[in-house]
């Protein structure tokens, strides 16, 4: 029994790999302990069946069938796995697509920084969303295209809740980058390659050893379940449940997985990437309204978080995320400087969301980029990751990273 449940956990590993998602790897998985665990006898044929995810939204299932025989002089076990494919249509009513100039209707524009904004509308092109650049020295929003959609109540946050809970974790000690996580049987996962795959089974695990009270404490601290601006006209409010999921709808498992039951807005997951990417600083957003808004910027600190030494593991699996995770498709577009992010992707009521939140470390600084799409089909976290590469080149080619040169300073008096 125990050679025949080896091979049904291993044909199923196999077919999760075969699929390839945000979600599937975790949902197989959960179906190969299952498998593991049922009593296995003579002529009995067990199907195990599952709506996959394709970056957090069903568009697939596989159904695989495991047949066990008794066969051979000493009725020996041997098990069987044969996989068959089955397409399963998820509706949606959301339009992924919109006129740009209906998306930028009524922006505020004269204190944004008019390179990253043009750069902006330019990656966003006809994708239902919006486009948020960020100044993490500072928290001054740079650009910030389709402000109706920045500054609405948001959406559930999808994968991008992760980023709160590893660093929840990292500061529970409950894991460090290298930690091996063990996710049943013999299957183990570390936050590097959690964060890079975006897998749910991990963060599930890690939301149950936090429980719901610490996990919400972080999220609140890191900005969510607050207004992220300081006196920005227009901004509503993302929530946080004061409550734990019923477990029968996932319980804080599906919580630090998801982002169910939380409403996060593009400025919230700004201020918290920012937050990663300055050593810990949750600056107040601000958006200058004027020139003289510029001229007389002055930063406002929401508070400082004790996160600078969990920083380096949280870079590195931000990183790998880029380099060959989820959002791999950024690379398409863009690869002369580090970027470090993190995609999210889920479905509700017919209407689909895409999320990127990410930092770069540029020759002249870091800067901060959120896209949230929302939609149907073509929208999920890859495609906003393909969309900040699109920024990124943008900014690239106005020569908006070249080191500015200052004017000499002539110290001679006099003339001659």
């Known amino acids: 029994m125990v050679k025949s449940s080896r091979l049904v956990f291993f044909g199923l590993f196999v077919l999760a790999l075969a699929i390839g998602s945000e979600t599937a790897f975790a949902?197989?998985?959960?179906?190969?302990?299952?498998?593991?665990?049922a009593k296995a006898s003579s002529h009995v044929v067990t199907k195990t069946s599952h709506r996959v995810a394709h970056s957090s939204t069903t568009t697939k299932a596989a159904t695989a069938k495991v047949a066990v025989a008794r066969s051979g002089r000493r009725g020996v076990a041997k098990a069987k796995l044969a996989v068959g494919r089955t397409r399963y249509t998820e509706r949606f009513t959301g339009n992924s697509f919109a006129d740009i100039d209906n998306l930028t209707l009524g922006d505020v524009t004269q204190g944004e920084d008019p390179v990253v904004r043009a750069a902006a509308i330019e990656a966003l092109g006809?994708?239902?969303?919006?486009?948020?650049?960020?100044?993490?020295?500072?928290?001054?929003i740079?650009?910030?295209?389709?402000?109706?959609?920045?500054?609405?109540?948001?959406?559930?946050?999808?994968?991008?809740?992760?980023?709160?809970?590893?660093?929840?974790?990292?500061?529970?000690?409950?894991?460090?980058?290298?930690?091996?996580?063990?996710?049943?049987?013999?299957?183990?996962?570390?936050?590097?390659?959690?964060?890079?795959?975006?897998?749910n089974l991990y963060f599930e695990t890690l939301g149950r050893s936090l429980g719901f009270e610490r996990v919400k404490h972080y999220a609140n601290q890191f900005g969510l379940g607050e207004l992220a601006g300081y006196n920005i006209q227009g901004e509503q409010l993302g929530t946080y449940p004061d409550h734990e999921l019923p477990a029968s709808a996932g319980g804080v498992g599906r919580m630090c997985s998801f982002g169910e039951s939380v409403s996060m807005t593009p400025l919230q997951l700004g201020a918290m990437v920012a937050a990663i990417a300055n050593g810990g600083t949750l600056y107040y957003l601000q958006h200058p309204q004027t020139p003289d808004d510029i001229a007389n910027f002055n930063p406002k600190v929401k508070r400082i978080l004790d996160i600078a030494p969990l920083l380096p593991d949280m870079h590195v699996g931000m990183a790998?995320?880029?380099?060959?995770?989820?959002a791999?498709?950024?690379?398409a577009n863009f690869t002369a400087f580090p970027v470090m992010g993190k995609t999210g992707t889920c479905s509700n009521n017919g209407?689909?969301?895409?999320?990127?939140?990410?930092?770069?470390?540029?020759?002249?600084?870091?800067?901060?980029?959120?896209?949230?799409?929302?939609?149907?089909?073509?929208?999920?976290?890859?495609?906003?990751?393909?969309?900040?590469?699109?920024?990124?080149?943008?900014?690239?080619?106005?020569?908006?990273?070249?080191?500015?040169?200052?004017?000499a300073t002539d110290t001679t008096t006099g003339t001659r």
């Open 320 to 326: 790998a995320a880029v380099q060959y995770g989820t």
């Open 142 to 199: 740079l650009a910030m295209v389709n402000q109706k959609l920045a500054l609405s109540p948001g959406a559930e946050p999808c994968s991008t809740i992760k980023l709160s809970v590893a660093l929840a974790a990292l500061e529970e000690g409950i894991v460090t980058r290298d930690t091996p996580v063990n996710l049943g049987g013999h299957y183990h996962l570390t936050l590097t390659e959690a964060l890079a795959h975006s897998n």
């Open 351 to 407: 209407v689909r969301y895409g999320w990127f939140g990410s930092f770069a470390d540029t020759p002249t600084g870091r800067i901060v980029t959120v896209i949230f799409l929302e939609g149907g089909r073509p929208t999920f976290g890859p495609k906003a990751a393909e969309l900040t590469g699109q920024f990124y080149r943008g900014l690239w080619e106005r020569a908006y990273f070249q080191p500015k040169v200052q004017p």
């Open 27 to 37: 949902k197989v998985v959960h179906h190969a302990h299952k498998a593991v665990k």
């Open 328 to 331: 791999r498709s950024l690379k």
């Open 126 to 140: 006809n994708m239902n969303g919006t486009a948020l650049a960020i100044d993490p020295s500072s928290g001054r």
